[in-house]
């Protein structure tokens, strides 16, 4: 399980350090960097697949991300935010730590004078991954300085042997010598099975609305065109029971089917009390589908090592919200769990039915902190540095 997640200079997230555990929730008012720190989780995961380079270009690049206030966040007066801009080498960092495992990055800019048209592509100035919750020298099992990584050796020791990398590529995705550092490997398939959900479509051309052949899907898509095969697999795993209880709760007295056409076409049939034959998906009201979506992606017959919802109240009714908290509860007892929300009855129901660690997020001078957190309740942290 993670314990702690680590963010510095990534938009309004200047010097984070924010503690997990088994269910997270991360709130705070519009604008406080819930969606930048949701962000930075997906950065991480994407470094595992070597993303994170292409995902920071669809932000705009890396000078783009950097915190844009200054260096060191001096505050003068009620109005004025001074500060120098930049006395160190420029560079965004992530990282998390866990019972088992810590990783960290440094990415930064090429060096200038360099003959390229990709200068806005970041480098890999450092990477580092450990055992432990902490990150200490004695620790370390891979440690990445530019181009070059080093692995621990059975003994402990450092290999004789430096791999070369290139810069703009991840030693979680590109080194990959099971020989050499075996953990990394671990760690690196680990980071692969997080999954991410955001707003799912639900206007009248949502993939979730449409009939589609369908396989065995154990993991609903990230666009729930897969919602049938999804809750199709629920069932036939022998959790029927379950998806039966948490649609009942939420729409007393319906049910929820799934019909095969003769041409093997999936789709979501919804009974509801009253009517007298079943609606299609591309009948349902938005919160309806919507709720249906989260039930396929929360009761997954493969729970991911980590769960991160971004905002799952939204255009839901909010009398459905203290369903979707039981089956966020429900979930929570196979993965753990970040769910990133603005709606205190959500985050309120959740508080009564199960232990939730609460992250509240404000913005001071456009400084994103975590809300009543002095110096000593920060968890430990240490960079690797460069």
Not at 27 to 44: D, Q
């Amino acid at each position: 399980m993670l314990t702690t997640l680590a963010v510095e200079n990534y938009r309004s997230l200047r010097d984070l350090v924010v503690p997990l555990s088994g269910l997270t929730v991360v709130t705070g008012p519009n604008g406080s960097g819930k969606s930048s720190l949701y962000r930075a989780l997906r950065l991480l995961a994407d470094a595992s697949r070597n993303g994170a380079v292409a995902a920071l270009a669809r932000e705009g690049g890396l000078p783009s991300t950097l915190w844009a206030g200054p260096e060191n966040g001096v505050r003068r007066g009620t109005t004025r935010v001074e500060g120098k801009v930049h006395t160190k080498a420029v560079g965004l960092r992530l990282g998390f730590a866990g019972d088992e495992f810590g990783y960290a990055l440094d990415l930064g800019l090429p060096v200038p004078g360099k003959k390229t048209l990709f200068n806005l592509d970041p480098e890999f100035k450092r990477e580092a991954v450990w055992t432990g919750p902490y990150l200490r020298p004695a620790a370390l099992l891979a440690d990445r300085a530019g181009p070059s990584v080093r692995t621990r050796v059975a003994s402990g020791a450092w290999g004789d042997e430096r791999f070369k990398i290139r810069l703009t590529d991840s030693m979680l995705s590109e080194f990959a010598d099971p020989r050499a550092c075996p953990e990394l490997l671990v760690l690196r398939e680990r980071i692969r099975s997080w999954r991410f959900y955001d707003h799912f479509r639900t206007d009248a051309g949502a993939p979730a609305r449409q009939s589609r052949i369908g396989t065995r899907t154990p993991v609903l898509s990230h666009d729930g065109a897969d919602l049938a095969a999804a809750l199709q697999t629920i069932i036939e795993v022998g959790r029927a029971a379950e998806l039966a209880e948490v649609v009942d709760a939420a729409f007393p007295g319906s049910t929820v089917e799934v019909r095969r056409s003769d041409d093997g076409l999936l789709s979501v049939e919804f009974r509801q009390h009253g009517l007298l034959r079943p609606l299609s998906a591309a009948e349902l009201s938005d919160g309806t589908l919507r709720f249906l979506l989260w039930v396929a992606a929360l009761l997954t017959p493969r729970p991911p090592e980590l769960l991160v919802l971004n905002e799952p109240e939204t255009s839901l009714h909010p009398d459905l919200l203290p369903a979707l908290a039981t089956l966020i509860a429900t979930a929570a007892k196979e993965t753990q769990l970040v769910v990133v929300s603005h709606a205190r009855p959500l985050i309120r129901a959740l508080e009564e039915i199960t232990d939730v660690g609460t992250v509240e997020l404000e913005k001071e001078y456009g400084e994103t902190k975590v809300s009543g957190q002095g110096r000593l309740d920060r968890p430990s942290w240490h960079w690797p540095a460069r």
